[in-house]
C-alpha cells in the first residue's frame, strides 16, 4: 500500500516500532542532481505489512519516520545500505541507528563479493524478483501497479533474507563480525564530502605541486557550486577538464581557450573567468601550501613471494571459513602485511585474526607453510 494520510503513517510507524526489526528500501534518482533525491521510501516489519511513503505527497509530517529511525530498540535492516543511508543523512543530518546490512551478512557468510540482492533472494528463498521496473523514472505520477509491486517486494523478501541470514550467522557465532562492519556505515564522515579534499578522486598525469594545487583549488570550488546549485559535479566541470586545465596552467583567455575538453562558449563566458581567477589565486598563493604527491614506494622485489603465500593463505582461511575474502583483508593489507613484521591493519584485529591473521603471522614466521597435495594447496603445521 501507498501511505496516504498523517493518520496511516503515524500507524505505520507505531506498529513498526513495537517489532525487533524493520527492513528498509529507498527509490531515488541523482542522475540531475548532486543529493540523491528520495523518490519513495519502503518498510516493512516482522508482523507488519509493507507500506511506501511518498515524498511527493504534500501536508506528510515525516517525523514519526525521523523518531523511528532513532529508535535504539528497532533493527533497520538494508541491503547494500550506502546510498539508502546517505538519504537519510542528507534529510536529517543524523543516521538510523542501529543497522543491518545483508550485503555484509551475505559476504560473512561466504556469499561472495558484494553478491546482488535478487541472486541472494533466490538463493535463500528459492524465488525470482522481477527487475523491469529497477531503471523507471520514480520521479514520474502516477507511479504504475508494476513500479508499486516491485517496490515493495523488496522490503517484503528482504525479512525473509535477514531471518534467514541471522539464523546462519547465529549459529556460526559470526553475529558480532556484522555489527563490527556496521561501523563505517555508522560513521557521518562516509556520507561527508569535503570540497577540500574532492581533488583526491581526480586522475591527473603530473605529480607536480603546481598542478596539484591547480587540481585541488578548482574541484574544491567546483564541490561548492554543485552543492550549491543541488547539480551533478560534471554539470560545472567534467573531471576531465578539470584534470586538462591543471596539467596546462592556463592564466589568461587565449590560454584558457586551447583547452580541448572546455567548450569555448564556456571558456568565454562566467565560469571561464572564475576558473581564470581560481588558477591565479592558487598559484599565487604560498608554495608551502601547495599540496605534494604521496608517493608510493615501490613493492620490495624480495617481498614478492612471501606476499603470493599471503594470498594463497587468504583464500585457503576464507574458503574454510566460508567467508568473502576480500572483506577479510584487501590488496593494500596484504602488501603491508608481506613487508612489515606486526603492521597495524585490520586483517591483524577482530573476528580477522581469528579467520586468517595469526595464521598469517604464523606462515611468515615459518610456523606453517603451504605444500601441495593432490592438485590442492594445503596448509601444514611446521
Known amino acids: 500500500m501507498i501511505i496516504q494520510t498523517q493518520e496511516q503513517l503515524n500507524q505505520l510507524c507505531a506498529d513498526l516500532s513495537k517489532g525487533p526489526y524493520l527492513t528498509i528500501d529507498t527509490e531515488f534518482l541523482r542522475d540531475k542532481t548532486y543529493f540523491p533525491r528520495l523518490c519513495l521510501l519502503q518498510m516493512a516489519g516482522p508482523n507488519v505489512d509493507a507500506a511506501a511513503i511518498d ?50 551478512a551475505a559476504m560473512v557468510c ?47 523478501y528482504l525479512r525473509d533474507v535477514y531471518e534467514k541470514l541471522h539464523e546462519r550467522l547465529t549459529k556460526q557465532g559470526r553475529e558480532e563480525w556484522v555489527f563490527e562492519e556496521m561501523k563505517i556505515l555508522n560513521s557521518p564522515r562516509t556520507y561527508q564530502n569535503p570540497p577540500e579534499e ?16 591547480i587540481l ?31 596539467m596546462y596552467k592556463p592564466r589568461d583567455d587565449d590560454s584558457l581557450q586551447q583547452i580541448r575538453s572546455l567548450p569555448s562558449d564556456i571558456a568565454r563566458g562566467k565560469i571561464g573567468k572564475q576558473v581564470l581567477e581560481i588558477i591565479n589565486a592558487a598559484l599565487d598563493s604560498p608554495r608551502e601550501n601547495w599540496p605534494k604527491a604521496e608517493r608510493k614506494e615501490p613493492f620490495p622485489k624480495h617481498a614478492a613471494g612471501t606476499l603470493e603465500m599471503l594470498k594463497m593463505l587468504l583464500r585457503i582461511n576464507c574458503s574454510e571459513a566460508d567467508v568473502a575474502a576480500k572483506l577479510v583483508a584487501d590488496s593494500e593489507d596484504l602488501e603491508t602485511l608481506a613487508v612489515e613484521a606486526n603492521p597495524d591493519i585490520a586483517a591483524l584485529h577482530g573476528w580477522r585474526m581469528e579467520v586468517f591473521g595469526k595464521d598469517a603471522l604464523d606462515l ?14 594445503k596448509k601444514v603445521l611446521i
Open 216 to 246: 585541488k583549488a578548482l574541484a574544491a570550488w567546483r564541490e561548492e557550486e554543485a552543492v550549491r546549485k543541488d547539480v551533478p559535479r560534471s554539470r560545472i566541470l567534467k573531471d576531465e577538464t578539470i584534470a586538462d586545465i591543471a
Open 198 to 213: 574532492s581533488w583526491k578522486r581526480i586522475k591527473v598525469r603530473s605529480d607536480k605541486s603546481d598542478v596539484l594545487m
Open 364 to 377: 611468515k614466521s615459518g610456523k606453517i607453510a603451504l605444500r601441495l597435495e593432490k592438485g590442492r594447496v
Open 110 to 156: 561466504g556469499f561472495g563479493d558484494q553478491v546482488a540482492y535478487n541472486a541472494l533472494v533466490r538463493e535463500l528463498t528459492g524465488r525470482e524478483l522481477e527487475k523491469n521496473a529497477q531503471f523507471t523514472d520514480w520521479s514520474r505520477r502516477p507511479l504504475s501497479p508494476k513500479q508499486i509491486r516491485y517496490a515493495l517486494d523488496d522490503v517484503v
Open 55 to 104: 515524498p511527493f505527497i504534500e501536508g506528510l509530517d515525516w517525523a514519526p519516520i525521523k523518531d523511528l529511525m532513532a529508535n535504539q530498540n528497532v533493527l533497520k535492516v538494508f541491503h547494500a545500505a550506502r546510498q539508502d543511508l546517505e538519504i537519510f543523512y542528507h534529510l536529517y543530518k543524523v543516521l538510523p541507528t542501529p543497522i543491518y546490512d545483508t550485503q555484509v
